[in-house]
């Protein structure tokens, strides 16, 4: 690793998939990383081998003042809030709590980074984790920062409600971004994820340990990226020299049955349709039809690009979960 660059983030839901990368990514270059995270007990094994570049913070994010108490603790360069309530599904039944964490925590966070200088002596940066759902009802294909923010789910409300605050904040001078993320996956998705959820019971499957996959609407479709180049898209975001909205995403979406297809091949199963079964009990009450994002702003102005193709994606999910049942 990089010696210490004297510059500092502060990462919210840094023991998340994609808290995990940013801190990795964040450290390697040198910067002292301020992880919160909700839960306690051991740290994950890649979060654990950042020794001291990585400091640990246990907060209450429920709690909009515990946020806020950290930002002006840690005083950092940079602060990048990607705590949420990140299920889609979830939102449904847990509103209260996702509107918590995925509309009030962000509030609180830019309130107070707006009164506090980093430790470089300049104004703290605030990027905002913001999602494709925001678009969801918009009713355009493909959405680009230009789109009206229509969500149709709990959870795109929320987020949409910490992307009108960002603009808010940013007219009022708070150098605040929203990285406008699509669907971006890793062997560390969590298992209640439904790419998770396929590339699991497909190795299961591919085993001999499950019998079929059962899934809701698999003729949705979403613009699939890879997780480290979302990550990767947030830093460029937040050090761009002006504070802007950016699409993170490939440019290209794939239909749920594509994903299940592709892991399927992965793991060397020819013909899986008679696997497969939809259950009316797994579609969501509203859900997009197609969410595909334009991504030419983080192309031109970011000089972003993604690094990993659709198919391959979904394999190294399949690898990872075969491997986890043949260890």
């Not at 009164?115 to 470089?120: L, P, Y």
């Amino acid at each position: 690793m990089s010696e210490l660059t004297g510059r500092t983030a502060l990462v919210t839901g840094v023991s998340g998939q994609d808290g995990g990368y940013l801190a990795e990514l964040l450290t390697a270059e040198g910067t002292l990383v301020h992880g919160v995270r909700r839960g306690t007990g051991p740290l994950p094994p890649h979060l654990a081998a950042l020794g001291d570049r990585l400091v640990v913070h246990t907060a209450d994010l429920l709690d909009p003042s515990a946020a806020a108490a950290l930002v002006r603790e840690v005083a950092p360069d940079e602060v990048y809030n990607l705590a949420a309530e990140s299920s889609v599904a979830r939102s449904w039944s847990q509103p209260v709590e996702t509107a918590l964490l995925d509309a009030v925590l962000p509030a609180a966070i830019l309130h107070a980074a707006a009164g506090v200088t980093g430790t470089s002596g300049q104004p703290v940066r605030v990027l905002q984790a913001s999602s494709a759902e925001v678009y969801a009802g918009a009713g355009v294909t493909p959405q680009s920062e230009a789109t009206p923010v229509v969500p149709v789910t709990p959870y795109g409300a929320a987020k949409a409600h910490a992307h009108h605050l960002v603009q808010l904040h940013r007219a009022g001078g708070v150098f605040a971004v929203n990285a406008v993320l699509y669907p971006h996956e890793s062997p560390r998705r969590p298992p209640a994820f439904v790419t998770r959820k396929i590339t699991s019971t497909v190795a299961a499957i591919a085993r001999g340990r499950a019998d079929e996959l059962v899934l809701g609407n698999t003729a949705a479709r979403r613009d699939w990226g890879w997780a480290p180049d979302s990550v990767r898209a947030m830093v460029l975001a937040l050090r761009h020299s002006e504070p802007l909205d950016v699409v993170v995403a490939t440019g290209t979406s794939h239909s749920v049955e594509d994903f299940v297809a592709a892991a399927f091949a992965r793991a060397g199963i020819g013909e899986w349709r008679h696997l497969v079964r939809s259950d009316p009990a797994f579609w969501r009450p509203k859900d997009a039809a197609d969410l595909v994002g334009d991504p030419t702003l983080a192309r031109t102005a970011l000089g972003w690009s993604t690094t990993v193709a659709f198919a391959d994606v979904v394999g190294s999910m399949v690898d990872a979960d075969l491997a986890l049942l043949d260890a």
